[in-house]
């Protein structure tokens, strides 16, 4: 996809600038595939004008963990809450949204141009949501937001996979491409009348159980759970965890570990609270040999070199 404007491409680089370590591309390029992930985590001292960072022409979804955000548009303000997910259109007319301050802020947001829906959801497809709906049937759409909606077990699980990618190397674009369709599918269409099937209730259970077995490796990084405890505490066998967790997550629950370990070091380092060692103990890797070949094999260089470089750098190997 090209700019449809004689005018530079859109970026939201210089915007998100003035708040170091806050915005982390993930895949995807607006204006070249037609979507792009990417990870926020910040605090602001101040009411941050977040709308200055949606893309023009683009259907931008939010999948909101920590802190509240507000969208306006004209006399129509949506407030998203934690644990919500809100979807915005931003067409000719910009939309004004801002992020409070005082909170931590986490939340995923991925983008999605025009063509992208035009390519994937043909004239007529049934099920699609209203503001969708009203994208696709207008020449030129006009900036609309719909009401958030509680992010449900499958989005959760999204997010998290999102941010801990099972592949590296040339596999993880792929990865994300398949991802990006999932998240489209999940986000894009009324899902209501399946919610009475009992195999989908079966499948919300075991999300759940997921979810919180996932929340709970992320809290005990430093001495980790055993797959007993895990199992008594979601409420089911260590058997069914274990595979439950892998057909839901895509890696096994060791794995997850390992990433997560990894990617909270790498927020001590970029932060410039830690130091090698300081990060390797506080994520509960003992042997700083084995910390360093896990942290060069995910990200691509040695943790003592990781801070000194640009986030374009970080962005090419996380």
Known sequence: MTNPTNRAPFSEREFWAALPGAWHPLC?????????????????????????????????????????????HKKTRQHIPPGSAALYFRGESPLSAWREPGQRHQFLTAEFSMDFLRRNLPAGIGQVRPLVRRLLDARSPASALEPCRPLTPRLRLLVAALRSPPMIGA????????????????????????????????????????????AL??????????????????????????????????????????????ERAAELLRSGKCNVTEAALSVGYSSIGHFSTAFHETFGCCPGLY???TPAQRADTE
């Open 28 to 72: 995807g390029s607006f204006y070249g595939v037609g979507w792009s992930f990417e990870w926020h985590d910040f605090e602001t001292p101040q009411r941050l004008e977040w709308g200055r960072s949606f893309h023009p022409d683009g259907l931008e979804a939010c999948l909101n963990l920590l802190g509240e955000g507000t969208v306006t």
């Open 171 to 214: 596999a993880r674009s792929l990865w994300f491409a398949a991802k990006v369709l999932e998240l489209a599918a999940e986000l894009f269409f009324d899902h209501s009348a399946e919610e009475t099937l009992f195999c989908t209730r079966q499948t919300h259970a075991a999300q759940e159980r997921t979810e919180k077995a996932a």
């Open 217 to 262: 490796i992320r809290q005990h990084l430093e001495q980790p759970l055993t797959l007993e405890e895990l199992g008594q505490r979601v409420g089911c066998s260590p058997f069914y965890l274990s595979r439950t967790f892998t057909e839901q997550m895509g890696m096994t629950i060791s794995q997850y570990l390992r990433q997560v370990r990894l």
């Open 307 to 309: 801070p000194l470089q």
